[in-house]
């Protein structure tokens, strides 16, 4: 009989994904909610984060439907929309982020809301994936 072990660095870095997005963010949130009531009041807390949703999901559809403009004014010129699909990822996984009931949750949302902040990680995606991928099918530019 076979023992099972890890299976390479790609499982352990999956587990510890895994780890982080289920014990270690809600712990986190949690806590912060924990002191924010505690400083501001129960009420006031859950005000605060309906508040942020309302102007997050604000944000979300102002940016999508630029992006929307900007991928049509892209494929309208001939050109594949790679740092707009890059950008519309990112704008539904904050979309996600601001479902998720919390202010750590929420402020990553909103930062990736913003395009300089948004442009940022678009970078560093490209440069990560670009690893992995021939020379002559992503460019990094």
């Not at 439907?65 to 309208?76: D, E, I, K, P, Y």
């Not at 050109?79 to 996600?96: H, K, Q, S, V, Y």
């Given at each position: 009989m076979a023992t099972r072990g890890s299976t390479g660095?790609?499982?352990?870095?999956?587990?510890?994904?895994?780890?982080l997005v289920f014990v270690v963010v809600p712990i986190a949130e949690l806590f912060v909610l924990v002191r924010v009531g505690g400083e501001i009041g129960?009420?006031?807390?859950?005000?605060?984060?309906i508040l942020i949703s309302v102007v997050g999901a604000w944000l979300v559809k102002r940016e999508g439907?630029?992006?929307?403009?900007?991928?049509?004014?892209?494929?309208?010129a001939?050109?594949?929309?790679?740092?707009?699909?890059?950008?519309?990822?990112?704008?539904?996984?904050?979309?996600?982020l601001?479902?998720?009931?919390?202010?750590l949750t929420d402020l990553t949302a909103i930062l990736l809301l913003l395009p300089p902040v948004r442009a940022g990680v678009r970078t560093a995606l490209k440069r990560r994936f670009s690893r992995r991928l021939p020379p002559d099918v992503i460019d990094v530019g």
């Open positions: 660095p790609a499982y352990d870095r999956a587990v510890g994904l895994l780890v129960v009420l006031n807390t859950i005000g605060l984060l439907m630029g992006l929307l403009a900007r991928m049509q004014a892209q494929l309208g001939g050109r594949m929309p790679t740092n707009e699909l890059i950008d519309g990822f990112l704008i539904m996984f904050a979309g996600a601001l479902l998720t009931p919390g202010f």
